[in-house]
Each structure stands twice: as structure tokens, then as C-alpha cells.
């Protein structure tokens, strides 16, 4: 089974600016197989990227995704109060699916 | 798209519960249907899913719920269930189910707003 690792475990930045989120793989994987969802405190997850790169609908251009073979990021452009929250990879191309263990987005 | 899940409650450890997510908005008889958890505090942890009918509706499962949790479909009701047996402290979490798209490799595309079971005695 292949594991999903999240660095950092926390991110502690100021509205407007720039955020990396880092998923590695513990083996190759297909890119084609790789979101990214948000989680508001409270709230439900929401699907934000697939694909490794392609945005969910209604998504903001300001979130982008990128990378492959073992190495994904998560990059959000320039933050907004409503971006501070967990985010999570996950691979879906057969079961089990798998998550990574969350990156929190905390207002510095 | 709209997924409303509930059932859950408070349960004894070893006791069963079984939850529902009642779904609208889209085509659910060939749907992949996903459940996922989230325990306090915890990230998340996918539990198992049910394909669509056009691939015979087959399930898979976690390693730490197969073989106590069942997942299965009532397509006239739009209805996707989850029964849980042999429930443990472990399971303590919220349910969330989450739809899958139509064929393998769909990302987790629409999620309800999760159910809470708590298993403590």
C-alpha cells in the first residue's frame, strides 16, 4: 500500500501571502491519481484539485497543483481569509484509497 | 448534488449501527459511492465504497473495518448505507459519504456533511 506524507504539519503565514504544501509518495505513482481537497474547520472536505493539476469546479485560480512520479505540491497563490484551513492529498487510482495526514494553514 | 447522511448516536463498544446517506441531484444507480471517517481531531480515512451497477455494485474495504462494516445500495431510494458491526472505541469518528464518479480513478468529487458515531460504553 503506498503512504502519502504531508510536510510541512503546519504552515503559519499572513493573508497575501504565497503557500507550498508538499505530498510525497512512498512509491511512484500516476499523476493522473492525485487530489488535493480542502477541510474548513466545521465543515466537510471539498475537492479543490485532480488530476495532480486540474481544478474542481468553482475553484479559485489562485490554487494550482503540480507534480509527479513521487513529489506533489500544493500551491496557493496568495492566501485569503478563507484559505486557512487542512488540506489533504489523496491517491485514488484503486483501494485502498489513500490520504495523506494533513498540512494546517494557520493564520500567522 | 446533495448527500445527507444519518444514524449515527452513541453505541457500545461491540454493538452495531448502521447509517444512511440519502442522495439527490445526480444519476446514483451507476455512482461509485464512497464512505470516508474522520475521528476526532484525526485526518481522514477512506472506509470502503460500492461501485455502480453497470460493474455489478461489488465493495471494497479498509483493512481495519473489513469484515465488521457492509456497504450496500438501495438504487429505487437513492440510498447508500453503511452498516457497522462489532463496533469498537476506534471507530469513533464522523462519517462523512462521498460520491466517486462513474467509473475507477474518480476523485471524491461531492461530500455530504458527515454523521457522528461515538462507540464508548
Known amino acids: 500500500e503506498i503512504v502519502l506524507t504531508q510536510s510541512p504539519g503546519t504552515l503559519s503565514l499572513s493573508p497575501g501571502e504565497r503557500a507550498t504544501l508538499s505530498c510525497r509518495a512512498s512509491?511512484?505513482?500516476?499523476?493522473?491519481?492525485l487530489g488535493w481537497y480542502q477541510q474548513r474547520p466545521g465543515q466537510a472536505p471539498r475537492l479543490l484539485i485532480y488530476g495532480a493539476s486540474s481544478r474542481a469546479t468553482g475553484i479559485p485560480d489562485r490554487f494550482s497543483g503540480s507534480g509527479s512520479g513521487t513529489d506533489f505540491t500544493l500551491t496557493i497563490s496568495r492566501l485569503e481569509p478563507e484559505d486557512f484551513a487542512v488540506y489533504y492529498c489523496?491517491?485514488?487510482?484503486?483501494?485502498?484509497?489513500?490520504f495523506g495526514g494533513g498540512t494546517k494553514v494557520e493564520i500567522k | 448534488v446533495q448527500l445527507v447522511e444519518s444514524g449515527g448516536g452513541l453505541v457500545k463498544p461491540g454493538g452495531s449501527l448502521r447509517l444512511s446517506c440519502a442522495a439527490s441531484?445526480?444519476?446514483?444507480?451507476?455512482?461509485?459511492m464512497n464512505w470516508v471517517r474522520q475521528a476526532p481531531g484525526k485526518g481522514l480515512e477512506w472506509v470502503g465504497r460500492?461501485?455502480?451497477?453497470?460493474?455489478?455494485?461489488?465493495?471494497d474495504y479498509a483493512a481495519p473495518v473489513k469484515g465488521r462494516f457492509s456497504i450496500s445500495r438501495d438504487d429505487s431510494k437513492s440510498t447508500l448505507y453503511l452498516q457497522m458491526n462489532s463496533l469498537k472505541t476506534e471507530d469513533t469518528a464522523v462519517y462523512y459519504c462521498?460520491?466517486?464518479?462513474?467509473?475507477?480513478?474518480?476523485?471524491?468529487?461531492?461530500w455530504g456533511q458527515g454523521t457522528l458515531v461515538t462507540v464508548s460504553s
Open positions: 460500492i461501485k455502480g451497477q453497470t460493474v455489478g455494485g461489488a465493495t
Open positions: 489523496q491517491l485514488y487510482d484503486r483501494s485502498p484509497l489513500t
Open positions: 441531484g445526480f444519476v446514483f444507480n451507476n455512482a461509485w
Open positions: 512509491q511512484s505513482v500516476s499523476s493522473s491519481y
Open positions: 462521498a460520491t466517486g464518479g462513474y467509473i475507477s480513478g474518480w476523485p471524491l468529487d461531492h
